[in-house]
């Protein structure tokens, strides 16, 4: 977690949680202060590597300025109160996606029954799991869902205190023990294998039943319904293919105006692979979404700042964040690939 501390504001939001976990009221009396302290020691350690490095390369003070810099910076961003509510409100969706069936029942019942056991544990659960919803839902979206793993993490510890009350439940209607281990080991079945096969049997019931139920954004490089469905990711390599893809067609010294879903794409095997170091991937349509009235001004000032210096090109033909239809007015648009290309009429 000191390392995790580092790598996003997040991980602050769980500290009244820890606290409630780790404190009784008999925990200088305890061997559980034995406990924080080792958990204490350890978040140093896991905290030494990075902010050593950092500390040596910036400074105390540069190096804390700037981890909590680009938190506060998507707040003001991005941060809309519509958007929070809405995500709120589709939170059981997400969770039932990643908990389908039996899981998300036993995570319910789990949350009803897990503070009967210990009250004071059950919420130091529930306040890292609501806290974690209230901060990720109101975060930058399209970073926001891998933000919302630790409530998925505590709704698992929920789904554990599930299956133990349905099996205490169960164990009191069947007097024999047969009974009880069967369905033991049955419901363990489903929770186990019942998301898997429904998983992978997904795109094909879909294609078979023209389902159409993914109201996502097709990015050029990703199938949606694989992407978000299979999740085994060993033959996902549309992301690396649009990259190449575009770096071989890109003019020399270009700059590409682009979104944060292709653009981390971009910027990840360019930096990652020494490619094409002469092109400029400039991440800042969803700036210009989500902090101007009029973005597709923004995106045409932004044009016109540089397009009589270098080739210019964008990341998409997505209409809802690129608007082409505003542009073609002014501009030659060409299609090159996944890309447009920008040119003067």
Known sequence: MGFSVLNHSISIIFIPGLLLIFYNKG???SNRINIFLLFIIFFVVSLSPLIFLLLMKSGPVLVFKTLYSDTIYHFKTYFSLKKSLKEIFLYPIYLFYQFPGIGFLLGVMGISNFHKCN???FFGFLSIFVLDIL?????????QFALLLPSYLMFSVFIGFGFKYLMD????????KNYSKISYYLIS????????ILYYSFPTINKYLNLNIIKIRELSYRNNIRYFFIPDK???YGALNYSKEVFEEVEPNSIILVDFNPGMALLYYQKTYKKREDVEIAVMIDTFIHRYKNPE???QKFIEKNIDKRPIYLGDRWEEYYFLNHLKRFYKLKNVSSLVKIERK
Do not use: C, D, M, V
Not at 135 to 143: C, D
Not at 169 to 176: A, N, P, T, V, W
Not at 189 to 196: E, R, T
């Open 189 to 196: 079945i489903i929770l186990i294998f019942f998301p898997l």
């Open 169 to 176: 439940y169960l164990r009191g209607i069947f007097y024999k």
């Open 297 to 299: 001004k923004e995106i």
């Open 234 to 236: 060993s033959k996902e």
């Open 27 to 29: 925990f200088f009396k």
């Open 135 to 143: 901060f990720s839902s109101a975060y930058f979206f399209q970073r």
């Open 119 to 121: 009250k004071r544990i």
